[in-house]
């Protein structure tokens, strides 16, 4: 291991009442790092994270709140004076309990359904949160009709952008073969968002509060030893409707699929239901969510953005018609899903 490294995290071990025999770097990405450390107390996991003290401060306070509510996630280890982070020469720090197991696997059915029984545990138990320091990460939730918007604006300037030049690439090409159908999406999207009860429940949730984690998926999650599963990686977590985190491991399991399945989106949405059940109103609002072509909006905008400068032509348009297959086989599966919601307002809970 780096040398600069290995001292750096020396010196924040020295924060902690234990000590360190072997480190060992996990992951570094500039102002994100992660190191698995074996210690006198078994093995820990020490992370750099690139957040303000008061983010840092609601993380912690979020992941014991949440652990109290019974969510299975590595507990915060404490500092000798107590803190649940150590502060370095300008940079934090958060230590972990170490858990061990195997990542959950979308074709499993059994393990699909786990995690959106999970996802659907983590949102009931985020309920009522209130942050230690009075200020929240974000309220997202706040911004989901600009963000349609704004997005749909910038396919609009991109089609015209590309459609007048003179040199248009194969990838602008496919680009301009589809953009009227997701430009179209969009439309359907911020109409249905309009129609629903979105606005309704984003007040709701600004007075109660409940979270996203926008990463509940098969790489921040592990079926431990114990069986149950746990979730990792709280950074990003917002005050949110937790459609968002149902939109996303939507999108996440079926992109790795031919096309859009309603009969697993109808068992996933079953499995959520039966833990944390969402109204018929509000099923509407997630209909919104799903409609909007996400997939193709982030392909795009990676490419004409230039994000991944070191992926090729070639996998850019390979990674675009594979977001096209998920897209267009969409907007049937979502009015067959609203016919049949009855058979998932069914498997409510309390």
């Known amino acids: 291991m780096d040398t600069i490294f290995a001292e750096v995290v020396k010196k924040v ?5 234990l000590e360190a025999a072997k480190i060992y770097l996990l992951s570094y990405k500039g102002k994100k790092a992660v190191w698995s450390i074996q210690t006198d107390i078994g093995e820990v996991i020490l992370k750099k994270v690139p957040f303000r003290e008061e983010h840092i401060m609601f993380m912690v306070h979020a992941i014991n709140y949440l652990k109290g509510n019974g969510i299975h996630t590595p507990g915060v280890i404490r500092t000798n004076s107590g803190a649940g982070y150590a502060e370095q020469d300008g940079e934090y720090f958060v230590l972990f309990e ?25 949102h009931r138990a985020s309920k009522g949160i209130e942050s230690p320091t009075g200020v929240f990460p974000s309220f997202l939730q706040a911004e989901w009709k600009v963000d349609f918007q704004r997005r749909y604006e910038r396919l609009l300037l991109w089609k015209e952008q590309r459609a007048q030049s003179l040199e248009q690439s194969e990838y602008d090409q496919l680009f301009l073969q589809h953009v009227d159908s997701q430009l179209a999406q969009c439309q359907a999207a911020i109409s249905m968002l309009q129609q629903s009860c979105f606005d309704q429940w984003v ?40 459609v968002r985190d149902i939109r996303k491991i939507l999108n ?11 009969q697993v989106m109808m068992a996933m949405m079953r499995a959520y239901q039966a833990v944390n059940p969402l109204t018929r109103e509000q099923y509407m609002v997630l209909a919104a969510d799903i409609q909007f072509p ?57």
């Open 252 to 262: 996440k399991v079926m992109k790795q699929r031919p096309e859009w399945d309603l």
């Open 13 to 17: 071990i020295a924060h902690y009442p």
């Open 294 to 350: 996400h997939l193709f909006y982030g392909q795009i905008s990676k490419f004409y953005e230039k994000r991944e400068a070191k992926w090729t032509t070639e996998k850019h348009i390979a990674r675009l018609q594979e977001m096209l297959t998920t897209e267009l086989s969409k907007p049937r599966v979502i009015q067959s899903f609203l016919s049949q919601l009855d058979e998932v307002i069914e498997h409510g809970g309390e």
């Open 98 to 122: 170490a858990v061990h197991g195997q990542s959950p696997d979308y074709d499993h059915e059994d393990e699909l359904l786990q995690i959106l029984q999970g996802l659907a545990s983590f």
């Open 203 to 242: 007040e709701a949730t600004m007075a109660e509060k409940t979270l996203c984690h926008q990463d509940y998926a098969a790489g921040n999650l592990a079926i431990g030893n114990d069986g149950h599963l746990y979730v990792y990686d709280m950074d990003s977590l917002t005050v949110d409707l937790p």
